[in-house]
């Protein structure tokens, strides 16, 4: 019923720069807090950028100045803009939204799209 759809992944080499999308389709109330993680290999999960509806947004250490997350809530559509990008950025990256599917509020993720930076 609800689907959330990363695009935008692929091969970059170190200084390049990237755009993530996320579409969360279905039917649906409404998409509350939505956010980017990532799997680096042989690393845990960890947050990238999150952003609340109010717009708010949180980085993490390791990606700020370089990174910024943006929503479009009309289009129920996540963003993430990867710029300078180096080799340790390399991971798979995935979309995780809150959405409200009355009356119960349900945590979504996407199937993950893969970027690898080159050196």
């Known amino acids: 019923q609800v689907q959330l759809v990363e695009s935008g992944g692929g091969l970059v080499h170190a200084g390049g720069s990237l755009r993530l999308s996320c579409v969360a389709s279905?039917?649906?109330?409404?998409?509350?807090?939505m956010a980017w993680y990532r799997q680096c290999p042989g690393k845990e999960r960890e947050m990238v950028a999150s952003?609340?509806?109010?717009?708010?947004?949180s980085y993490g250490d390791s990606v700020k100045g370089r990174f910024t997350i943006s929503r479009d809530n009309a289009k129920t559509t996540l963003y993430l803009q990867m710029n300078s990008l180096q080799p340790e950025d390399t991971a798979v990256y995935y979309c995780?939204?809150?959405?409200?599917?009355?009356?119960?509020?349900?945590?979504?993720w996407g199937q993950g799209t893969q970027v690898t930076v080159a050196s």
């Open positions: 279905g039917t649906f109330f409404s998409v509350y807090h």
């Open positions: 952003i609340a509806v109010d717009g708010t947004t």
């Open positions: 995780n939204a809150e959405i409200i599917i009355l009356p119960n509020k349900n945590d979504y």
